[in-house]
Structure formats: C-alpha cells, structure tokens
C-alpha cells in the first residue's frame, strides 16, 4: 500500500524567512501533485511534477520532484502571511489505467508578520 | 475558466437517511472521481469512474456508496444509509484523461446528526 508522508505536519513561520516542506512516499510513481488548502475550502492545484529531477516555480513557491528518493519538496522563499495555508502532496497511483491520488497528511503553515 | 460545482454546499442529515451529493465535472473531461476529507484529516480516495463504470475504489467505498451519471453532466454519489462516521467533506474531481492533472470542485460539506 503507498504511503505518503509530509513533514513537518506543522510550521509557524516568520514573514521573510525561507523552508521547505518534504513529502516522502513509498512506491515507484513519477506524477506527484502540490495543493493548497484555506480553511474550510477546496484543493488549489499549484504544481504538477511529471517525471524525476522536474522543478516548477511559481512567485515564492517552488517544488521539485526527485524519483529515485521518492521525495518531493516544496521550497517557500521569503515567506508573506498570504502563503498561510494547508499544503498537500498527492502522489498519483495508477492501477490498470484508473488514477488514484494518495495524499500525504498535509502541512498547515502559518506565517507570522 | 471551466471548473467543477457540486451541490449542495452543506447537507445535514439524520443517521440512517439517504444522501446523494451531486457534481457536474468539467465538460470534455472523460475521468470522474470522488474524495472525501473528515475535519483536520488529509484528502482520502473513494472511487473513481470512467467510460460509465468504476475503475477503482478504495476500502471506505463500501456497499452503502454508489456513483452514476445519470445524464451527460452530472455524477453523482449515493450513501445510502449514513452513519456518524461519514461525515465529512465531499469533494468531487474531473481529469481529461486517465493521466492528466485532477481539478477539484468546492466540496460538500456533510453533517450526520
């Protein structure tokens, strides 16, 4: 069975300072997804990581995907409060052509002024 | 920008009631699936569907869960007899193909009594 696993679960923050999120799984898959959730609202799609050594960048928000690790990263850069969110990894499972996300637990960043 | 709507936005209900959650995915998107989230928790799988049938399902998605689609744009999901533990958010996604990235609608939020 995939397992997905983020760390740090947790993450308070000061504004302008830099880390990183890892999202750490257990099987063979190259498609890995990043999400963002606010409170009490849907999954906002950020990155889309389709095969090993793929970085995509996006304002302060970056995320790479190293296969052979099983590992992904997402890297925030000078951090602002309107980063404060929950993030998600979803690693893509595909059993006999049906995708499958597997999520890991989310990391609820809080991003302090 | 196409996107995905469910309704409601809120359901509550009584243990035991029926329930049917409505979705209607993108309009060319062929892959329809449904996750759901209970409070603090990270997004699980339930089933996804595709070419008027399910393709895979998780062990949550048991004989009290059904999907349809009874008509070109809705997809809809069915519990049958609800229990406390099924409360939850609901969320509904489409994808293009069998390996493109999931969008996600708002979600169903549902509440057992």
């Known amino acids: 069975e995939l397992k997905v696993e983020q760390n740090p679960l947790f993450l308070s923050m000061q504004e302008g300072k830099n880390y990183t999120i890892y999202c750490n799984y257990s099987?063979?898959?190259?498609?890995l997804y990043w999400y963002r959730q606010d409170p009490g609202k849907s999954l906002e799609s950020l990155f889309v990581l389709l095969s090993n050594g793929a970085v995509k960048q996006e304002g302060r928000l970056m995320a790479s995907l190293d296969t052979k690790a099983r590992l992904s990263t997402l890297h925030i850069t000078a951090a602002v409060h309107d980063l404060s969110a929950t993030y998600f990894c979803a690693v893509d499972l595909q059993i006999q052509g049906a995708q499958k996300l597997v999520f890991g637990q989310g990391t609820r960043l809080t991003i302090n002024p | 920008e196409p996107e995905v709507t469910q309704t409601p936005s809120h359901q509550v209900t009584q243990m035991g009631q029926e329930v049917i959650l409505r979705c209607v995915p993108i309009?060319?998107?062929?892959?329809f699936y449904w996750y759901r989230q209970i409070l603090g928790q990270k997004v699980e799988f339930l089933v996804s569907?595709?070419?008027?049938?399910?393709?895979?399902k998780s062990e949550i998605f048991d004989d009290q869960f059904s999907v349809e689609r009874p008509d070109g744009s809705n997809f809809t999901l069915k519990i049958r007899s609800t229990k406390l533990e099924d409360s939850a958010m609901y969320f509904c996604a489409s994808s293009g193909t069998g390996i493109n990235e999931q969008f996600f609608g708002p979600g169903t939020r549902l509440t057992v009594l």
């Open positions: 309009s060319n998107h062929l892959y």
């Open positions: 099987t063979t898959s190259d498609r």
């Open positions: 569907f595709y070419n008027n049938e399910i393709s895979e």
